[in-house]
């Protein structure tokens, strides 16, 4: 098998799980019961948030534990919304999000709220200067991704929320892509808050945190027991908070090395594909992208019917998002960058971890080459170029 799809989602290492085990088993209480049993449960899971603290910079309890990043994404804008009433009902993010915060912003839409979505450019930038000008007196809150799943396209965080500091609005990041890959010190860049999800860098799945400044009130999203000082209920994820504590630990440790390998093989991929096959592009930006990604179409072919092929060797790529896959219109993302319909339609995502090697890339750049060849023998449009 060859997994060329981590912004999909990543493999729990060895260590993590080793970590979680004995909280599913043996260690099981319940981190909230008064007894000496829940002990080690609460301090582990303390320790998990300091360790988190620790990474972004801020305080740990800044942090809160959710479900994932599409609950973290949740929170943030509706949470902010609804405890910023008086203020207004206008926030702004832009139009290459991920869904969870898409989909939020249109749900509050539907409840009476403005969205103004930010354009991009060509590269998948949004431009400070847009941003300032779509600040108005009523603007609550400005949801801004640090770096885009489809594309891999890093925002300038800092400069965004700058803006946002100095008009007195709060900045929510999407940093589900980003967080431990890239270093993120919310302190300097003036984040309010930020949304994480550990299956994105070798933790566990369905658990993830809300990075919230101290100070800032949002409203819960879920009301009960009272869990993470009154803000998130429900029984603490136990498990999946010590393996992300551990996930952040090892990511870390690893970063220098991994960053530097997973961006030599996306540099070798971004160089040779094009070099290799002709009609196709790089989609985002070469500059401000992800170490591990690459994002490419391929004219007169269709990018399903590419991924199914791969597929059949077992090789795992992805077209726009593991999300949009089974829906049949074109990316909003790649429609965001201005690429055509039928550019878009030959698009495929290939996003690289630190396990892969320089031979995998070597192989896949051949097999590309061999696949898009054969596809295009049956396509009229490419005989009648
Ligand atoms: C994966 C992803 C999410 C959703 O996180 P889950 O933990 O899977 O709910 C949100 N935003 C971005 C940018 C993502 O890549």
Known sequence: MLYLDHAATTAAAPEVIEQMLPYLGELFANPSSAYEFGTDARAMVEKARSRIADSLHCRPEEIYFTSGGTEADNWAIVGAAESM????????????????????????????????????????????????????????????????????????????????????????????????HQ???????????????????CGPKGIGFLYVRNGIAIEPLLHGGGQERKRRSGTE?????????????????????????????????????????????????????LDGNVNVSFRFVEGETLIFLLDMEAIYVSAGSACSSG???????????????????????????????????????????????????????????
Not at 151 to 180: E, S
Not at 183 to 201: R, T
Not at 342 to 370: S, Y
């Open 85 to 180: 009433k008086k203020k207004g009902n206008h926030i702004i993010t832009s139009c290459i999000e991920h869904h969870a915060v898409l989909h939020t912003c249109e749900y509050l839409a539907s409840r009476g709220y403005e969205i103004t979505y930010l354009p991009v450019d060509e590269e998948g930038s949004v431009a400070p200067e847009a941003l300032e000008q779509a600040i108005r007196p009523d603007t609550v809150l400005i949801s801004i991704m640090y770096a885009n799943n489809e594309i891999g396209t890093v925002q300038p965080i800092a400069k965004l929320a700058r803006i946002a500091k100095r008009r007195g609005v709060l900045f929510h990041t999407d940093a589900v892509q980003a967080y431990v």
């Open 183 to 201: 270093e993120i010190d919310v302190e300097k860049s003036g984040i309010d808050l930020l949304s994480a999800s550990a299956h994105k860098f």
């Open 237 to 289: 994820n136990v498990a999946g908070i010590v393996g992300m504590g551990k996930a952040v630990s090892l990511g870390e440790m690893r970063r220098p090395e991994d960053r530097e390998k997973v961006r030599a093989m996306r540099n070798f991929l971004i160089e040779e594909i094009p070099k290799e096959i002709p009609y196709c592009r790089i989609n985002g930006s070469l500059r401000n992208r």
């Open 327 to 385: 829906d049949k219109a074109v990316s909003h993302v790649l429609k965001g960058i201005g690429l055509s319909e039928e550019w878009a339609r030959g698009t495929v995502r290939i996003t690289l971890g630190p396990e892969n090697t320089m031979e995998e890339m070597v192989f896949l750049v051949k097999r590309l080459r061999q696949l898009v060849a054969q596809l295009r023998e049956f396509s009229d449009e490419y005989r009648k170029r």
